[in-house]
């Protein structure tokens, strides 16, 4: 009894002394929150979240656009669901329907978020993670002619080399039309926040052969030191550009560049970051998983994107006059 006493009050010390490093590492990362400018390159921030609730967090925007409609899928970590909202113009979003609901059954899509959509062939062809316990997933799904999500009973992509660790999530797939392929983005590692950037291709979206290393990883750069993470990438003349996660350290994230010619090297802009927390405002702890969107008809860029304050998220919006795909810097 005196040993089982002693071991408790080992394993209760522990804790304890694990805690309060984890609350004295959070007051050191803080202290680097404001580092960069909160905008940068043209880029100007709403003032206030365009979607938020008091009671609930929303993460991780995909936007997409179809038959003249604009589209944010958003996940919900309260309801568990993703919500789907939607836009004439890419400045005020409406029509919130929750799309998706988690089934909460155990298995590996116990819990589904962070959605990515890619147009092909007049259908909304759809992949999202789906996670469990420990462990995160990507599945297959689509929208039908009945607007009615449909998702696949199996995952098409799960954790397998050393780098992915127990977590593939945050899926951003585009079809290349000249040589006839899905190609996917994808991030790995820890499940909390994932590590790297990786990359796969399939004829089908569902069958896919991975790159066998990260294509974005951390660097020396001080706002992205720690990690890189969930991102959104476009097609452009030259090759392609990506918008993603870069982490300073556990607690400060920040929305930063990169291009590349073939989708696999990358080259981060020199301007990095370009989005990055307000002091004292919705977003002053963390910015999270831009959506990019560029429109024509307004000749504006907009950046979607999760801001954090404490444990509370909601989505805001960065908007540029011109489109910031053609930017080299």
């Known amino acids: 009894m005196k040993t089982i006493k002693i071991n408790w009050i080992v394993l209760l010390s522990k804790r304890i002394v694990s805690k309060v490093k984890f609350e004295i590492n959070r007051i050191i990362n803080k202290r680097h929150a404001y580092d960069y400018p909160e905008s940068n390159d043209g880029w100007k921030k709403e003032n206030i979240p365009i979607i938020h609730d008091s009671s609930e967090t929303y993460y991780d925007p995909y936007f997409y656009y179809f038959k003249g409609i604009a589209n944010l899928l958003i996940s919900n970590r309260d309801r568990r669901c993703i919500y789907r909202y939607k836009s004439l113009n890419g400045w005020n979003w409406s029509d919130r329907e929750c799309v998706i609901q988690s089934p909460n059954n155990r298995k590996w899509n116990s819990r589904i978020n962070r959605l990515c959509a890619c147009v092909k062939d007049e259908t909304v062809h759809l ?19 009945r607007a ?32 006839s392929i899905y190609k996917m983005w994808y991030s790995a590692g820890e499940q909390y926040e994932p590590d790297v950037i990786c ?34 990438v476009h097609k ?11 982490y300073q350290n556990l607690d400060n994230a920040r929305i930063c560049k990169a291009f590349s ?13 370009i989005i990055s927390p307000s002091k004292n405002g919705w977003d002053c702890d963390a910015c999270y998983k831009p959506a990019f969107y560029y429109s024509e008809s307004l000749n504006t860029s907009f950046i979607y994107y999760n801001g954090r304050r404490g444990h509370y998220e909601t989505i805001g919006m960065a908007y540029k006059y011109g489109n910031d795909l053609l930017s080299s810097s």
Not at 151 to 162: C, D, H, M, Q
Not at 236 to 246: L, S
């Open 199 to 232: 990359y796969a291709i399939s004829s089908d979206g569902i069958n896919w052969t991975k790159y066998s290393q990260p294509v974005l990883t951390k660097s020396n750069n001080e706002y992205d030191k720690y990690k890189v993470g969930g991102c959104d």
């Open 261 to 273: 010619h073939d989708g696999v090297s990358w080259t981060r802009s020199k301007i990095n970051p």
């Open 236 to 246: 452009t003349q030259e090759g392609y550009v990506m918008y993603y996660i870069g």
């Open 148 to 179: 009615e999500f449909i998702l696949n009973s199996n995952p098409v992509l799960a954790p397998e080399f050393k780098f992915e660790g127990f977590s593939v999530m945050n899926p951003c797939v585009l079809w290349d039309n000249e040589n």
């Open 127 to 145: 992949w999202f993670t789906g996670q469990l316990e420990k462990n995160s997933y990507i599945g297959k799904g689509y929208i039908n002619d």
